[in-house]
């Protein structure tokens, strides 16, 4: 193969290797939703589930092994893959977001990348802006590569989209994409979503 051949081949590589997501737009927040993300993002916490009760648990571990079969193609080695899984239950849990959907929105919008970066420099699993970390964290646009930063700032943003929208998920996924209105993304995300739902005995 020619060298130019070669930079060609390298350069598609490189293009297939960048997230496909789009950017959410900044807007100006009030004073009150800014302190309020602040502290929903500021708050430190390991990733460890809490239960209240050994059913629960088991659940959660029944779930957990499904999640995980099903994963294993993309993140190959056990422990990551644990660490991943736990860490998007409890902080879906923590946003009071459907688990599946924060997964069918990893799917599309990483791959399931931790150092994913879009043609727009979103970063990470969730593809996170690094505005938000000047608007509601310390500003080390760094931290969007760590598992429970990235997670913690996905699910924040897409709760609060969802509060502005009235629990309008097809409006808010648009927004957390930058693209309202318009049905590329939302049906993306939720096809993707049905990868990820879990009932008991499935």
């Known amino acids: 193969m020619g060298l ?10 490189s293009i297939l290797q960048q997230a496909r997501a789009g950017a959410q737009i900044e807007e100006p927040l009030s004073d009150s939703v800014r302190t309020a993300l602040s502290a929903a993002v500021a708050k430190q916490a390991p990733a460890e589930p809490v239960f209240a009760s050994t059913e629960a648990r088991l659940r959660y571990l029944r779930w957990l092994g499904a999640m995980s079969t099903r994963l294993q193609k993309k993140k190959t080695d056990w422990l990551t893959r644990k660490e991943f899984l736990q860490t998007v239950w409890y902080e879906s849990q923590r946003a009071g977001l459907d688990v599946s959907l924060v997964l069918g929105l990893i799917q599309v919008e990483s791959n399931f990348r931790k150092f994913a970066v879009s043609s727009v420099g979103a970063r990470g699993y969730m593809q996170v802006m690094p505005f938000w970390t000047r608007s509601i964290g310390d500003g080390d646009a760094s931290a969007l590569f760590h598992l429970q930063a990235n997670l913690r700032f996905g699910c924040v943003i897409l709760r609060h989209y969802l509060d502005m929208e009235k629990g309008d ?11 309202r209105g318009k049905p590329a993304y939302p049906n993306a995300v939720l096809a993707a979503q049905k990868n990820w739902v879990w009932t008991e005995g499935r």
């Open 4 to 13: 130019y051949s070669l930079l060609v081949l390298l350069g598609v590589l």
């Open 169 to 179: 998920l097809y409006m808010a996924l648009g927004r957390y994409n930058g693209s």
